[in-house]
């Protein structure tokens, strides 16, 4: 379980995030949306313990503030929305970073690259693939470090910001897929979204921050509708369901962007 607690994140001079209460359980992909400068990534961060904060947060029961990185790393592992890599890595040696980082690997490097679809990819250079490939790469890295989805120690975690801004609808699914059979298999998943139609399609909870704030979380049914989108997106949402599988999806209304609250 995460809970936090009046969780507030200052940087520099800006209240970034102020007093949040979310939560997360095992078994299920929690997906927090909302828009550009909500405070998406840098909640993840703080529950990651990579940030200062006030008020509590607590993951697997752990005080986060003062609980040392590496049993914090025993527990969740993060997919950064941005991760440089500085040196010429092998896509191999780039996934073995991440089992350097595991107590006791479980899984392989080539397991990982496996599962992200980039078998036979492993002596490639890092910075020769493209763009999607390299996320793809990063999220092996990040699977290697954490292995199994629960442990000795509870359920792990997976924090994945914006895990499939770079990939194809193919890719995107796949690794959708493999986040949730990560949290149906007993593990956590917390994943930053974009797309709210993925988001409907996999997340068991949806947490939506705007402007620092957390404005609502609850089940996918109860975040996602016309007026707390609207509002928090700042332009005019109808949820819609597909003709086919019955599934909800968000197209785009004529106008563009515009502010919420105007009648149709
Ligand atoms: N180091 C920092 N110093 C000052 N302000 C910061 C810092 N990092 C982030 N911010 C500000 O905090 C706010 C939230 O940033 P954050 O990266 O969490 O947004 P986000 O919701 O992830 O957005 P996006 O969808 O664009 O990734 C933004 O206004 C950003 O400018
Ligand atoms: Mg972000």
């Known amino acids: 379980m995460i809970e936090t607690h009046g969780l507030s994140v200052r940087l520099g001079p800006r209240a970034v995030l102020q007093d949040i209460a979310f939560h997360a359980r095992p078994g299920a992909l929690t997906a927090i949306v909302g828009p ?15 940030l200062p904060f006030t008020g509590s947060v607590r993951l697997n029961g752990l005080p986060l503030g003062t609980t040392p990185v590496w049993e914090l790393a025993r527990h969740r592992a993060v997919l950064a929305q941005h991760t440089p890599v500085g040196f010429p890595f092998t896509v191999l040696e780039v996934v073995r970073l991440g089992l350097s980082a595991s107590a006791r690997p479980e899984l392989t490097a080539e397991e990982a690259l496996a599962r992200v679809g980039l078998a036979g990819h492993a002596g490639r250079l890092f910075p020769e693939l493209s763009g999607g490939e390299q996320q793809r790469c990063h999220l092996a890295r990040v699977l290697a470090q954490l292995g199994h989805p629960t442990g000795p120690s509870g359920p792990r975690w997976l924090f994945l910001d914006e895990p499939v801004s770079a990939l194809d609808i193919g890719h995107q699914l796949m ?78 209304m004529a106008g563009g962007h515009e502010p919420a609250g105007l009648t149709s």
């Open 36 to 50: 550009n400068g909500s405070g998406k990534t840098t909640l993840l961060r703080a529950l990651s313990g990579d």
């Open 175 to 252: 690794v959708m897929g493999l986040a949730r059979r990560f949290a149906d298999s007993g593990g956590g998943v917390v994943a930053v979204m974009h797309d709210l139609n993925l988001t409907a399609q996999f997340a068991g909870s949806v947490a939506l921050l705007a402007d620092g704030r957390l404005t609502r979380q609850g089940s996918p049914e109860e975040v996602l509708a016309d007026e707390p989108l609207s509002a928090a997106y700042q332009c005019r949402l109808r949820l819609n369901r597909a003709p086919v599988q019955g599934r909800w999806f968000l197209p785009q």
